[in-house]
């Protein structure tokens, strides 16, 4: 990705990604996975926040269980495994709330309406591919003449 730790690059990767999709396991176990806008990612240590409704199946499905975090930005794919985690933080839901904020609750909604909750996610561990851009396509090229293997990017796994 580049010369930072993984870690750091990774978690600032999905900050500018913004919408991620949000897996999460139902009681019977069926997976269910929706868009989730990122309001914030915490470097340490390694916590990711979401805003949502209470009684949304986001909060429901997410509270105390294990969850993932699938993230794609321009050449960039990411799947972040962790556990996720209701939280009532009036001050954090101010901090996070703004105009579209509102308008995807509705016109009218605060964020101090105990309906309205937080997301934490803990990633415990994450692998990405960072596709490099137009490098990408010339090693795809390189190795399709040369009948090598193709290296288009970078893939790790992380532990946090």
Do not use: C
């Not at 915490?42 to 990711?48: H, N, S, Y």
């Not at 960039?76 to 995807?104: C, L, P």
């Not at 101090?112 to 990633?123: F, M």
């Amino acid at each position: 990705m580049s010369e930072q730790d993984p870690r750091t690059a990774l978690l600032e990767k999905i900050e500018k990604a913004g919408v991620v999709m949000l897996t999460t396991a139902e009681e019977d176990g069926t997976l269910a996975s929706r868009p989730m806008a990122v309001q914030e990612v915490e470097q340490e240590p390694g916590v990711l926040w979401f805003i949502t409704r209470a009684t949304g199946d986001a909060a429901q499905d997410s509270a105390g269980r294990p969850v993932n975090v699938a993230v794609q930005e321009k050449g960039f794919w990411a799947s972040v495994a962790g556990h996720g985690e209701i939280v009532r933080d009036e001050a954090r839901k101010t901090e996070y709330w703004n105009s579209a904020t509102e308008a995807f609750f509705s016109e009218g909604a605060r964020p101090e309406d105990p309906q309205i909750v937080l997301v934490r996610v803990q990633a415990d561990s994450a692998e990405y591919w960072d596709g490099g851009g137009a490098a990408s396509v010339v090693e795809i090229v390189k190795a399709k003449v040369t009948g090598g293997e193709a290296r288009p990017g970078d893939h790790d796994t992380v532990e946090f």
